[in-house]
């Protein structure tokens, strides 16, 4: 595999470089050097485009008949087998022992609509976004930003490759420039209607159908002026950088996620391919006052309702993974841990174990989308209920955005604190929610979405645009 080493920049910074008006750039970054090694990656101009739209799967404009699932499991395994074996040939002693796990391979995100494909009786409302409801990347180099050494290097599959993304990046790029008004055009449901919904979900729970339902509402926003996509990315993400941000530019649009729930990560290790997941469930906001900030974290791990919604969650995904995994590897590796962010505390849980022999990350992803956090359980049922209360698609919004590289490794987000905006520049969705179970309280569920809401709007400068 050949590498080039570049003067360093700041990832932001080359996301900047590249031309805004090209599709199908997108970047992986974050604020916790935990996630990813310290690495940072750009991708653009992908040699291969797999789309998911109107039913139908898009390859280089193609149709094809078959899943979408199933088309991106042979879309990324002929990339894998075309490029497996580059790494052997890389420059030794480059990356030590510190590899990037990302350094060729496809990218993208999947949109939760693409969920009823997998399950067609929990088949729900079209997303209303001009996006895709899946888009996916084959990348032949990636840049990769080791922001702990700050050192630049861009991989790929061969030396041609690597010079049309050094040239990509070699502009002077754009300036941030400061965002125009920004207003808040309404939501699709009002404080009662939310509340009607929680209390319609706790009437299926007293009936048997679900133990908990993820409800959320929609916010639409307008801009006055066209805002740029690394603009809003910078503003939502500057206060507080959480652990999965990214931007993805498309035709169609540009998706711009500060997400702190990672959905999975798989990795080659010397005992096999580990995957881990991490469901978020129960949250606080946060206090300016310490004092009460403490007592507000150890409110949320204290309290029973928080977390028997943050065990049943977890022991679906532990069910979950135990369909693609050996048996008796899945494990629970820590449960109901308090991880704070900016706006909000979170309960977070951790499961993982081994993929069985064959399976590879797409099977991962086919096996747990769409993740049961952002559903309730049981999963089928749960997103039966959220089709028929919510009555409009998510699209992005909970859905899930990653990577794949070709040596296997993969790491995906679940797609929640994330913003749509649309191809005109100016129209933009966010959407924030949360589990019920019997003992939700509706005025407080509606309280705790506009506390998750103010990690979107208060850099928008709308922190005050539900009279928080």
Not at 78 to 99: C, E, I, L, Y
Not at 195 to 211: F, K, N, P, S, W
Request: one cysteine or more.
């Amino acid at each position: 595999m050949p590498i080039v080493e570049l003067p360093w920049i700041p990832p932001r910074d080359a996301f900047r470089r590249l031309d805004m008006r090209a599709p199908n750039v997108f970047l992986f970054d974050s604020g916790d050097k935990a996630v990813t090694d310290g690495w940072a990656f750009l991708v653009a101009e992908p040699s291969r485009l797999l789309e998911y739209r109107g039913g139908k799967v898009l390859i280089d404009g193609q149709t094809s008949d078959v899943p979408p699932l199933t088309a991106l499991r042979t879309f990324q395994r002929s990339a894998h087998s075309r490029n497996a074996d580059q790494r052997k040939n890389a420059v030794p002693d480059t990356f030590g022992d510190r590899w990037p796990p990302f350094c060729s391979g496809i990218a993208g995100f999947v949109g939760y609509e693409v969920g009823g494909a997998l399950e067609p009786g929990a088949t729900g409302p079209q997303s209303p976004h001009e996006l895709p409801d899946m888009v996916f990347g084959d990348f032949d180099a990636v840049a990769a930003f080791d922001k702990d050494a700050k050192r630049l290097f861009i991989t790929g599959r061969d030396r041609a490759a690597i010079e049309r993304h050094q040239a990509r990046m070699s502009s002077l790029g754009t300036s941030r420039t400061p965002l125009p008004k920004i207003a808040l055009q309404g939501t699709n449901f009002s404080e009662q209607s939310y509340c009607d919904a929680v209390t319609e979900v706790r009437r299926r729970i007293l009936l048997g159908e679900v133990y908990q339902v993820n409800i959320s509402q929609q916010i639409y926003l307008q801009s006055e002026n066209i805002v740029h996509d690394g603009d809003l990315f910078d503003a939502i993400t500057e206060q507080s950088s959480s652990k999965f941000c990214a931007v993805l530019r498309t035709q169609d649009g540009s998706i711009i996620s500060n997400s702190p729930e990672r959905f999975f990560r798989l990795r080659n290790t010397a005992s096999g391919r580990q995957i881990i997941t991490d469901p978020i469930k129960g949250t606080r906001p946060r206090h300016p006052d310490p004092v009460a900030d403490k007592a507000a974290a150890r409110e949320l791990i204290e309290d029973p309702k928080e977390r028997a919604e943050n065990i049943m969650i977890t022991d679906l995904l532990r069910n979950d993974l135990s369909k693609i995994c050996n048996d008796t590897s899945v494990k629970e590796d820590y449960i109901c841990k308090v991880k704070s962010y900016s706006n909000v505390h979170h309960l977070v849980s951790r499961i993982s174990g081994y993929l069985g022999e064959g399976a590879g990350a797409i099977d991962a992803l086919a096996g747990l989308f769409p993740c049961g956090s952002i559903t309730g359980a049981p999963k089928i049922a749960a997103m039966q209920a959220i089709a028929s209360i919510e009555g409009v698609g998510r699209g992005p919004y909970c859905g899930a955005i990653g990577y794949v590289d070709d040596g296997g490794d993969a790491e995906f987000s679940v797609a929640i604190r994330t913003l749509v905006l649309n191809a005109d520049g100016k129209r933009m969705t966010t959407a924030v929610g949360g589990g019920v179970t019997y003992k939700s309280v509706p005025q407080l569920e509606y309280q705790e979405s506009l506390a998750k809401a103010q990690g979107i709007l208060g850099p928008l400068r709308l922190g005050n645009a539900f009279g928080a």
